[in-house]
């Protein structure tokens, strides 16, 4: 079987993920592996797609091997599946299978991109291995390596794969309203990042029907007008100090261009299941800022053009961003439906949550996403010095053991259980206990009522 290893990491033959398929390819020599370095060739790719498209169709089978980058793929893997689609090349009936490296934070949203994009092409899409970075380095994770590799044979073999979704039929996009004028003097500062091409013309309406409405003063940052030299290198020379490796000043420009205002709105039209590869090159360069969470607090909002109700992937990585970042997420304004209504509903709720500095406990996306970073901190702050020192300064260093009254405590509670005769006595006791802390809580508040 030839199979054709897309490597999307931008790090080229010093990829970590690229080290399993190397490793398949050498337990398996009745196969062909031939690698494609898509990342670190994205540049001249842009110019001339050919060589992809010759590998392409020589391949039985395309792998797609890549790090997580911010939610899903770097954003050079975006634009290879972009230029993938705009080829017109038929790739229908192919086979398509991927894996990933990473410590699992989304893997599952990164999965999902890949897949929805493939089986636009009408490729036949077996579900991909996420792996940990370290896997291939022990016993457990090589066997699974080769276990994955001997599923994905069987499935070619036997013609198994994932079912095509069924064709739905294209909805109408509503239009918006656009006022005159926008009110030249407001209070505040809510920064518009957007993406906003020439053919944008009812997302910028979008904005501009935003501004107007938005009793906040704006201001709109379009990312086409950025002169960036390139996506995330994933070189961690920002590891330590913050510090980008390219020299367009991006790491000064999010710090002092973006991240001062007092709530951020993302604006883009949806392209490929996603933001687009400008809009993610965008989010990958913001690891300059590490894992640390530096605009926990400020409120965001979302205007998107395109079919957003139907994109689950998509909704589900606005809301882990919004979730994982503490930032109250005011609202998602599409144009599905009354587009006016939902932009002015969107502006409304953001006001609301600056006016009130409102916010949010985390949700599991928020929660979940934060404890696979903190334990990754910890092991990692010899390198990660910068986001080191930001979780102690902020308490994010929250493990439970250092909770020992309530370990020790559960360790009663446990002993008691265990104890047929006492168990019988306790009754319900058990759940009075468990209530009477809140029943305090209650008890305050029926005071100061009374007041």
Not at 146 to 163: G, I, M, Q, R, T
Not at 222 to 234: M, S
Not at 299 to 324: F, H, K, T
């Amino acid at each position: 079987m030839n199979i054709l290893v897309v490597n999307g990491s931008p790090k080229g033959k010093y990829s970590i993920t690229l080290q399993t398929c190397l490793y398949l390819a050498l337990k398996h020599p009745e196969h062909h592996f031939e690698i494609f370095h898509a990342g670190a060739r994205i540049k001249a790719l842009e110019k001339d797609f050919t060589p992809a498209l010759e590998a392409l169709r020589q391949a039985d089978l395309v792998l797609f091997s890549y790090p997580v980058y911010t939610f899903i793929a770097p954003s050079q893997l975006h634009s290879f599946i972009r230029l993938m689609k705009e080829s017109g090349e038929d790739l229908s009936g192919k086979f398509v299978t991927q894996i990933t490296t990473s410590k699992h934070f989304y893997d599952v949203t990164a999965h999902r991109f890949v897949q929805d994009n493939c089986q636009d092409l009408g490729m036949k899409f077996i579900r991909g291995l996420s792996a940990d970075m370290d896997d291939l380095t022990e016993k457990k994770g090589q066997q699974e390596a080769l276990a994955f590799f001997d599923y994905v044979c069987w499935c070619v073999e036997h013609n198994s794969f994932e079912p095509l979704p069924a064709p739905l039929p294209a909805p109408a996009h509503r239009p918006v309203t656009v006022p005159e004028s926008v009110q030249a003097e407001k209070p505040g500062d809510v920064v518009i990042v957007a993406d906003l091409r020439p053919e944008d013309a009812q997302l910028a309406a979008m904005i501009q029907r935003f501004r107007a409405v938005l009793p906040l003063a704006t201001r709109v940052v379009n990312l086409r007008e950025y002169p960036f030299r390139g996506g995330c290198l994933g070189c961690f020379n920002c590891a330590t100090d913050g510090k980008c490796i390219y020299t367009d000043g991006f790491d000064e420009f999010l710090r002092n261009t973006i991240q001062t205002a007092q709530a951020i709105v993302y604006a883009f039209s949806i392209q490929d299941h996603s933001m687009g590869p400008l809009f993610k090159m965008y989010d990958d360069r913001q690891f300059c800022n590490g894992h640390r969470t530096v605009t926990m607090g400020m409120p965001m909002g979302y205007l998107i053009s395109g079919d957003y109700s139907r994109e689950q992937n998509l909704q589900m990585i606005v809301e882990g961003r919004a979730e994982v970042g503490g930032n109250f997420l005011a609202g998602v304004a599409a144009d599905e439906t009354d587009t006016d209504a939902a932009v002015d509903r969107m502006a409304a709720t953001l006001a609301y949550a600056l006016e009130h500095k409102y916010a949010q406990p985390q949700n599991f996306y928020g929660v979940g996403g934060m404890k696979i970073f903190r334990d990754l901190i910890y092991l990692m702050q010899g390198m990660m010095k910068a986001d080191h020192k930001f979780y102690k300064a902020h308490g994010q260093y929250d493990f439970p053991q250092k909770k020992k009254g309530t370990v020790a405590k559960m360790y009663l509670v446990g002993a008691l259980l265990s104890n047929p005769e006492v168990k019988a006595k306790m009754g319900n006791q058990m759940n009075d206990g468990m209530l009477a802390p809140y029943r305090k809580v209650l008890e305050q508040a029926a005071k100061e009522r009374s007041k």
